[in-house]
């Protein structure tokens, strides 16, 4: 039972390994800095993907968690606090292990916060920002929903737009490696990459496993009830507002992570990773991985955030996100990689396999 | 003192007084009927009683506990399940799933237990699968534990919804006309299905327009007309009842 339920994940792991191997040998080990980056956006999704996929509530302002995130780690480790050595609190940060003296690119030696304060900060940021705006947001349904996550989306791009401290239009730049443990670091450090693809890696086995789990829950189910039927739901006692709001948070946990780990490995952050066509992007992802499909989520992430970061698409990127959506929306709303809609393959499958066998074929029975 | 207590309910969409002014109660281990042409307020009063709906006015007590304007999830805690006229199973889960989302309120594991399958999560889990399966086997739907409930004939998605709502454990239960669209057949085994219900020590209130149905296993019937409650009594008396007759027994003569 537990075997088969977990046997996506070993695959999973294969082809990370897989994948890491030919590109090592083929010398091209540069690719792995795209499904880095893809695989960080994939933990968007995944979160996005409970969210949308298995508890209905549309979300079109998810851009805003990831750029809560980047921008939070941004602003926190860029600061040098040298000049400032001295003052009670930076010297009690010192103590306390808060802070990372280095050299930076340029020799000169800076003192800044750790990544870790800034992470456990951004997640706390995001958490109770998340909160908030969800209990009024949540109680609307539908495309009403959509438009307030839309509009929260749109207030958080302004902000990081024209926001001094937030580098306006640049973004912020020249932001310090994030040091984990073991010598292991988030940084975009070319001799870096290899431990990178899999510390990003690690991250996304661990979030489709944690959601797995979840969605295969008590909770899961709740959250589940609620897509089928908020009434049901919630005279089989499920406390649906709260539900709503936790997986909400919850996803908002997860786009913000992704923002921090993202930033760390790109060293810089920009308004773009807060734009709405961000988030339309992350939702045609889900939707086309299958709504209710965190597999078909994870491989559709990788596939199209890969190919739209080494450009496949050109100056067609949003065109092709957004007709991905409506092609979806249209003509499969349930998703695009669900079971019902690949039937007729394993259908052809089985007649095959019966014809195969009513000729006498032995020993097939381990097959499925 | 009776174990369900309706004082005064009242509730109007609109000018429309839906459900107005009604008072009756139940008494545990009771199969209690309410009837009454359509549009009566029928569906109206187990939305007050469930907490789909706030009341405008008047009282709803249980174990003389007021449950009025609570919202449904802290009613359902209190003891009360439903079904719904229109079947609301969950889509996209199995028939076992939509029945373990019944031991919700006899579970407790959060987001955190759950995503780290805690072992404490998962003994839980276990539970409430082997709970959940063998209420499908009372029921006698064992077999269609994995299938997916929203594809099912009418009729075994509503016993899988009765399922569903016996799986909260609750003191009372309530059918919004648990034999709508089912053949004599599949009626009978309804019939057969609340009276056992009943001998399990739950009381039950019904929403029923079979009247061979209602008369058969009901031990008193509350009629409605046009959202006010114009009869109380044992089935016998209710036959005989003039105004009763009038607006509704006597409109399939007509
Ligand atoms: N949410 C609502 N908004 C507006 N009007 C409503 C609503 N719910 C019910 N009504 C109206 O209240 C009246 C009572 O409806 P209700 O569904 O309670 O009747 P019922 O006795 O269950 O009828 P039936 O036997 O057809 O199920 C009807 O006129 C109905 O149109
Ligand atoms: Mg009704």
Redesign the interface.
């Known amino acids: 039972m537990a075997m088969k339920k977990y046997s996506p994940v070993l695959a999973l792991v294969i082809c990370v390994i897989i994948l890491q191997a030919i590109a090592s040998l083929a010398g091209r080990e540069y690719y792995l800095t795209q499904l880095t980056m893809s695989a960080y956006y994939c933990l968007v999704i995944l979160g996005l993907t409970v969210l949308m996929g298995y508890t209905g509530q549309i979300s079109l302002g998810h851009a805003a968690f990831f750029a809560m995130g980047g921008y939070t780690t941004a602003v926190m480790t860029t600061r040098n606090l040298i000049e400032m050595q001295g003052s009670a609190a930076v010297d009690l940060a010192v103590r306390l292990g808060l802070t990372v003296t280095e050299k930076n690119a340029y020799g000169v030696e800076i003192l800044h916060l750790s990544p870790w304060v800034s992470l456990v900060t951004a997640v706390c940021l995001t958490a109770a920002v998340a909160f908030f705006i969800g209990i009024p947001i949540l109680k609307l349904k539908g495309h009403y929903l959509a438009m307030a996550t839309l509009g929260f989306g749109i207030i958080i791009y302004r902000i990081v737009l024209g926001s001094r401290i937030f580098g306006e239009a640049d973004g912020i730049s020249d932001i310090p490696q994030f040091a984990l443990a073991g010598g292991l670091a988030v940084s975009g450090d070319p001799a870096l990459r290899v431990q990178n693809y899999y510390i990003a890696a690690v991250l996304v086995v661990a979030g489709v496993v ?2 797995m ?2 969605v295969d ?6 959250l ?2 609620i ?3 908020e ?10 507002a709260r539900y709503k709001l ?1 997986v909400f948070v ?1 996803s908002a946990v997860f786009a913000c992570i992704a923002g921090v780990f993202l930033t760390h490995f790109n060293g810089g952050v920009g308004p773009s990773e807060a734009d709405v066509m961000k988030s339309v992007s992350y939702l045609a992802i889900v939707a086309v991985g299958g709504m ?1 499909n965190l597999w078909g989520a994870l491989v559709m992430g990788i596939l199209l955030n890969y190919l739209s970061l080494r450009g496949y698409f050109g100056s067609y990127d949003e065109f092709v996100f957004g007709s991905i959506l409506i092609v979806i929306m249209l003509f499969f709303p349930n998703g695009l990689l669900k079971m019902e809609n690949f039937r007729w393959l394993s259908d052809a499958a089985a007649r095959v396999i019966n014809s195969y066998r009513a000729r006498g074929g032995e020993g097939k029975d381990g097959l499925s | 003192m009776g174990f369900l207590e309706l004082k005064n309910m009242s509730r109007s969409f609109g000018g429309l007084r839906a459900v107005d002014d009604v008072s009756f109660e139940v008494a545990k281990h009771q199969i209690k009927a309410v009837i009454g042409p359509n549009g009566a307020g029928k569906t109206t009063l187990f939305n007050l009683i469930t907490g789909s709906l706030v009341c405008d006015s008047g009282e709803a007590r249980i174990n003389d506990v007021p449950i009025q304007n609570l919202p449904p999830h802290r009613i359902a805690r209190r003891g009360i399940s439903r079904t719904f006229q229109n079947i609301k199973l969950f889509s996209h889960m199995t028939v076992v799933e939509n029945v373990m989302v019944g031991r919700h309120i006899r579970s407790r594991a959060g987001f955190l237990p759950a995503m780290l399958r805690l072992p404490g999560a998962r003994r839980e889990e276990r539970a409430i699968r082997e709970r959940s399966l063998e209420i499908l086997s009372v029921m006698g739907i064992a077999e269609l534990a994995d299938q997916d409930a929203t594809s099912l004939p009418f009729g075994t998605q509503r016993i899988v919804e009765i399922a569903r709502a016996l799986a909260t454990e609750p003191e009372l239960l309530l059918l919004d006309e648990p034999a709508a669209g089912l053949n004599i057949y599949e009626t009978a085994r309804v019939s057969e299905m609340i009276t056992k219900i009943r001998e399990r020590g739950v009381t039950v209130l019904v929403i029923e327009h079979d009247m061979s149905l209602i008369m058969n296993i009901s031990d008193e019937i509350v009629v409605l007309s046009s959202g006010k409650k114009i009869a109380e009594g044992v089935p016998a008396d209710i036959q005989k009842n003039e105004e009763v007759i009038r607006v509704y027994l006597g409109e399939d003569d007509a």
């Open positions: 944690l959601l789990n979840l829950s008590r909770v899961g189910r709740a589940r009830s897509h089928g039927s009434e049901a739901a919630n005279a089989m006692g499920v406390n649906v936790l919850l209710a």
